[in-house]
């Protein structure tokens, strides 16, 4: 039977139907099919379609976890490649140590998974020489900045997850040469 609600605005609106252990799983497939997720991002989408659906046998037990754990068994998840391509991803487009940290931490990957993939020295520069560059920062603006302008961007780049020595170190480079030079300084 379809339960049919009527809105404010006069429109009917399905009920969703109440979800039993099969269903549950269904989600978790093909949430996992197509997202690139962790377990506890995957258990987090679980319990909300559960809030939002209801379960359809109040006896019957729904075990999330027991989902989650089987979507790891059946490697459908792999918190440490998620954490590898997360934070890759989010280097490249030239956020920094920092930012990694705190989006690995808000999809729940373990502590030590967030260690091992924190960024090297040299990988912390190059994010933030590609930040510079693609926001056109210090001396890769086409004139040079006033001073007011110059904290501005050094406190976007702290935003974006860089120490203040970092930016400004990069801000202030007086040419794009100099940025080079600071940048391959970390491969010593």
Known sequence: EIVTTETSSGKRRRKPTPLDPRTLTDLAR?????????AAKLEAYLWRKLRERGQAD?????????IV????????????AYARSKAGGLLRRGYGGRRVDQALR?????????????????????????????????????????????????AAMIRAGHGFDSARALIEAPTIEQAEEWLSQADE
């Open 30 to 38: 093909s949430y996992v099919a197509r997202f690139a997720t962790s």
């Open 58 to 66: 109040e006896d019957e037990q729904l075990d999330i976890p027991a």
């Open 69 to 80: 754990d089987r979507m790891v068994e059946l490697r459908y998840i792999d918190d440490d």
């Open 106 to 154: 808000a999809a729940g990957i373990d502590e030590t998974v967030r260690n091992d993939v924190a960024p090297c020295e040299k990988e912390a520069r190059l994010a933030a020489f590609a930040l510079a560059q693609k926001r056109k920062f210090g001396p890769f603006g086409a004139e040079p900045v006033e001073r007011d302008r110059k904290e501005k961007q050094i």
